[in-house]
């Protein structure tokens, strides 16, 4: 049986004045699933960010969240976190203070409320008392990450969360995220890089001027995508080029002095024509080192989904 | 189909008392304001000790030139400069910044998705606000009160018509005056809101109080007619001036304060309306400049208008108040319990203000103009009886009338009356208080018409 959806969204219209930022968008997702929402800019994510948060109540469709009907601005059910266009925090507070302010806000008691400990997720510990107006984007995401997960969410919003973090910073908000999905916490995330989408979520959804252009998991994102490019690194380069430009459905990408690799081999081609090529490969005694798709496929699918056509550039 | 999950119990409202909470601990996390603070409850008691025991008084200032005489002099110099600028400015920097530091920060909907209430974030940051303004205020008060009475003593103070007021109940008055001083920050403290939630981070909104408050000043300098005076928000930065005198003129008094309070009460839900109407979700939130005139600044005139209506024709009050009668009577008032001051200075019998009868013929421009309006060219001549003498003692002044009812009388002889800075007392030279001294014009008609 599925899992019990977190958010229903049906028919999402949002207007201001003229702008039409959300064109019925419908959205589903699944209690302890991570979907990404993807789009150009402009395309209305943060919109439908903030309508989740409460922020604003949309002006036609409906929209349920955690089981609960939202009709009206701010008027979504406990348990929901989040932050839209960066993390809210006060510069002349530390990082400590900001939480313990946030706790005591909500009621809680800030030597109880679990700030050491999702400071310690988020790996600020050693700045926890540092004023938040030296902190770099990335340290400022990470400690809104934390503000979010003080409130223990059972749905967490979160718009464009990787901005700004580096390589370790990155795995460490990977990992709670990761972590509370296996716990059951829905987690919607924004993001203009794929790799992070891809890495994270098991859903997406692809919206462009306001309306959703895709929905589903990455994997049927995949699959309905057109041919992507491939790069090949094999123990017989010639060997490989030949077997390839023989194989049905499958063309040779012949940029390798662009890529400035001659044993590198890119070739185009669908899953079905590509799992021939490496079974003639391997058959032919030659070893595969390396296959890696050269665009990922969401980041392909983006940009056939949302770029115009060529008659319209 | 997929079920959606079940329903999560809804969300609270964050109680304002913890949304105040916030405000507060934000408000005072800023070193801008620890450093107001700080100032606010130091700086007074230093200056007007340091004032106080420096051979040159700042005469100019209300009470100024008391304040050798006793410490309560300090407090009423302090409220004097207060109220030009430092309650305005005060008041810009908390009031001014206290919706648009969210939009510098840009938190609004980080504290919109805590909170979940507009309503309650305004009626939070305002309490906030008014919590830390009213803590400067106290500051300045208790700060230069503290200072003048360690400084100089808990003496008698010289009321602005001449009376003496014993130290406790000069404490009174100085309290009641700094109370009343609230009103009109109060005033200044709800147009900052107005300006901060209608301006956003454009720093017009942090000016704003500021602005008003030096408009205001620049008003009461004008010849305008006393209902217009009296309506304006900032009038009782000057009517408690009417404190010190006996009996207390109060009405001016009670007018500013309560016209203070309606522009508060008005102000502050102007700012309340245009809060709740903002829209948090759109990326060009804001309010535009049409909306904040049509919301903002409309409301403020038409209050005003209606307020000079109202106090014109509740007090019957016409042209400027100041009128030849009203000069002779305040400044024979003052004259005869000054007289008796210096008497006591010179250590002879005592006489009272009803012996005395004092009276003074006053004279604008030479006789050649009408005897009423402020100008410097009042010319007045005060004739007085001692008791046992058929001889009639005179004494002339020449006065400088400001628009809003004070005076300076300046002594133009006797020497021995009024004509020099010192008299000669048994215990060695003193002040002579006859020589100049400040007064006040009541500019509401009297009850006698």
Redesign the interface.
């Known amino acids: 049986m599925?899992?019990?959806?977190?958010i229903?969204a049906r028919g999402i219209t949002k207007c201001?004045g003229d702008v039409v930022a959300l064109d019925g968008v419908d959205l589903?997702v699944?209690?302890g699933q991570i979907h990404g929402l993807v789009g150009p800019n402009g395309a209305g994510k943060?919109?439908l960010l903030?309508?989740l948060?409460?922020?604003?109540v949309a002006d036609r469709g409906q929209l349920?969240?955690?089981?609960?009907p939202v009709r009206r601005a701010?008027?979504?059910?406990?348990?929901?976190?989040?932050?839209?266009?960066?993390?809210?925090?006060?510069?002349?507070?530390t990082a400590r203070?900001n939480l313990a302010?946030?706790a005591?806000?909500?009621?809680g008691d800030a030597r109880t409320a679990g700030i050491d400990d999702v400071l310690a997720q988020v790996g600020l510990t050693e700045v926890a008392d540092d004023r938040t107006n030296g902190f770099s984007l990335g340290m400022r995401q990470r400690l809104g990450l934390a503000?979010a997960l003080l409130t223990e969410p059972?749905l967490l919003v979160l718009d464009e969360p990787s901005n700004g973090l580096d390589p370790a910073g990155k795995r460490q908000v990977h990992g709670v995220l990761t972590r509370l999905a296996a716990q059951g916490t829905s987690v919607v995330l924004s993001s203009h890089r794929m790799d992070d989408v891809e890495a994270l979520c098991s859903e997406v959804t692809i919206v462009a001027t306001g309306r959703v252009v895709f929905s589903g998991p990455l994997g049927k994102l995949a699959a309905e995508n057109r041919e992507l490019d491939y790069r090949l690194l094999t123990s017989d380069p010639p060997a490989a080029r030949r077997l390839a430009a023989d194989t049905a459905g499958i063309s040779v990408v012949d940029d390798a002095g662009v890529r400035n690799d001659a044993d590198l081999l890119v070739v185009r081609a669908l899953v079905p024509a590509l799992d021939e090529l490496v079974v003639r490969l391997v058959g032919a005694g030659v070893a595969l080192r390396e296959l890696a798709p050269v665009v990922s496929p969401l980041e392909a699918a983006f940009l056939a989904l949302t770029e115009p056509p060529e008659a319209d550039r | 189909m997929t079920a959606t999950a079940a329903p999560a119990p809804a969300a609270r409202r964050v109680p304002v008392s913890r949304g105040y909470r916030f405000e507060l601990v934000k408000l005072v996390s800023q070193w801008r304001i620890r450093l107001l603070v700080v100032a606010c409850w130091v700086a007074p008691g230093l200056f007007v000790a340091a004032v106080s025991q420096q051979s040159s008084l700042p005469v100019d200032t209300l009470f100024g030139r008391w304040m050798h005489a006793t410490g309560w002099a300090g407090p009423l110099v302090m409220l004097g400069f207060a109220g030009t600028w430092a309650l305005p400015l005060l008041t810009s920097m908390v009031a001014g910044d206290v919706f648009a530091a969210e939009d510098r920060l840009g938190t609004w909907r980080h504290l919109l998705v805590a909170v979940r209430s507009p309503r309650r974030i305004f009626v939070a940051k305002a309490l906030a606000s008014l919590t830390v303004i009213l803590l400067l205020v106290a500051g300045l008060a208790g700060s230069s009160a503290a200072g003048g009475v360690v400084a100089v003593g808990n003496q008698p103070l010289v009321g602005l018509d001449g009376h003496l007021l014993t130290p406790a109940d000069a404490a009174g008055r100085v309290l009641l005056a700094w109370v009343c001083a609230l009103a009109p920050t109060l005033a200044l403290a709800a147009i900052g809101l107005l300006g901060s939630v209608a301006l956003g981070r454009s720093p017009m909104g942090l000016l704003l109080p500021a602005l008003v408050a030096l408009a205001l000043q620049l008003a009461q300098m004008l010849p305008l007619p006393v209902a217009v005076r009296l309506a304006l928000p900032g009038y009782a930065f000057i009517a408690w001036n009417g404190l010190f005198t006996s009996p207390a003129q109060l009405g001016p008094l009670l007018i500013g304060v309560v016209v203070s309070l309606v522009w508060a009460g008005t102000a502050t839900a102007l700012a309340y309306l245009l809060f709740l109407r903002r829209d948090f979700t759109s990326l060009t939130s804001g309010i535009s400049g049409r909306r904040a005139v049509t919301a903002g600044v409309l409301p403020l005139a038409g209050l005003l208008a209606a307020t000079v209506a109202v106090v014109a024709a509740a007090s019957g009050a016409t042209g400027s108040g100041i009128e030849q009668d009203k000069v002779q009577r305040s400044l024979a008032t003052a004259f005869a319990h000054l007289y008796r001051l210096q008497t006591g200075q010179l250590n002879r019998p005592d006489v009272t203000e009803a012996q005395l009868q004092a009276v003074a013929a006053c004279t604008k421009g030479g006789g050649q103009v009408a005897g009423r309006g402020p100008g410097n060219d009042w010319r007045c001549v005060i004739s007085w009886h001692l008791p046992g003498l058929d001889a009639t003692g005179t004494a002339i002044y020449q006065l400088d009338i400001t628009a809003d009812g004070r005076f300076v009388a300046d002594g133009d002889g006797p020497k021995e009356v009024n004509g020099y800075f010192l008299v000669r007392t048994p215990v060695g030279d003193a002040p002579n208080p006859l020589w100049q001294f400040d007064g006040n014009v009541d500019l509401l008609p009297s009850p006698k018409g």
């Open positions: 599925a899992a019990p959806l977190a229903r201001f589903d699944a209690q943060t919109t903030g309508l948060l409460g922020l604003a349920e969240i955690l089981g609960t701010l008027a979504v059910p406990d348990g929901v976190a989040g932050f839209v266009d960066g993390p809210g925090l006060y510069p002349s507070l203070q302010a946030l005591a806000l909500r009621g503000a059972r």
